[in-house]
């Protein structure tokens, strides 16, 4: 694959690459997009993915967000992939800045990556709104109905929930980084999540490459899209870092 060769080349010749990811990079550690519309949710909830995952919701009706939240926002079997191995490894051999993303799952982290972004927050860290106390997934995973800390306060998922604001910390973060980075590869999303889909916009540096199955508002813009699978594309190339 001739595509596959340039960017051998653009990640060769690069030392500053950030990665920017998205759902498509977890679900092919078998995480589904909750976005995607599967035939058993309307036998199960009542309202789409979006309102049970606002702030309102959460605060209205804790006990059906965490039933959600249990049931489609947690999977805790799931193992990095070569995508997030090829990212760690960057980072590792000093290519890489590190990595922005938009998912909540930690399998960056799992894969060995230290400098991650993480605009929606984790899954796995969770804390108390009364005494602000951290609990770590178990804590969620193993309540039953609305997880309490032992001061009787909820415990909320450190997840940027709809009607939220992102952290500033990790935005600065964020936005340094691409600033930066000399190759900004962005990896499984269509960049169609406000505002997530922002951020590339402070991109200066000389390769954009955009890697995802489907195409992108941005395709135009890039030096090179490849519309394939995240984990085979990068996968592919890991052998020559070996
Ligand atoms: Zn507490």
């Known amino acids: 694959m001739e595509k596959l060769e340039q960017l051998r080349t653009i990640i060769q010749e ?4 950030v990665f920017f990811t998205g759902a498509g990079v977890s679900t092919e550690s078998g995480i589904p997009d909750f976005r995607s519309v599967d035939g058993l949710y309307n036998q199960k909830y009542d309202y789409p993915p ?9 605060l209205r009706y804790p006990e059906e967000f965490f039933r959600f939240y249990r049931d489609k926002m947690i999977y805790e079997d799931a193992k990095p992939n070569a995508a997030h191995l090829f990212m760690a490894k960057m980072e590792k051999l000093g290519k890489s800045l590190g990595v922005v993303t938009q998912n909540i799952d930690g399998l960056h982290q799992a894969a060995g990556s230290q400098r991650v972004y993480e605009l929606h927050g984790s899954i796995h860290r969770n804390y108390c709104v009364r005494c602000h106390k951290f609990h770590g997934l178990d804590a969620i995973k193993k309540a039953e109905g609305i997880p309490k800390c032992s001061c009787g306060g ?6 940027v929930l ?3 604001s992102l952290n500033e910390h990790t935005i600065y973060g964020a936005i340094s980084a691409i600033e930066e980075a000399d190759c900004l590869i962005v990896c499984g999303t269509s960049l169609s999540v406000y505002p997530a889909s922002g951020f590339i916009r402070y991109f200066n540096g000389k390769h954009l490459v955009l890697l995802n199955l489907s ?9 090179l899209v490849i519309h394939e699978k ?3 594309v990068l996968g592919a190339l890991a052998a020559d870092y070996e």
């Open 215 to 223: 195409a992108t508002p941005y395709d135009d813009m890039a030096n």
């Open 162 to 164: 709809y009607e939220e």
């Open 154 to 159: 909820v415990i909320k998922p450190d997840v």
């Open 14 to 17: 690069s030392n500053k690459i």
């Open 50 to 58: 979006e309102t049970i995952l606002s702030h309102t919701f959460f």
């Open 230 to 232: 995240v984990g085979e």
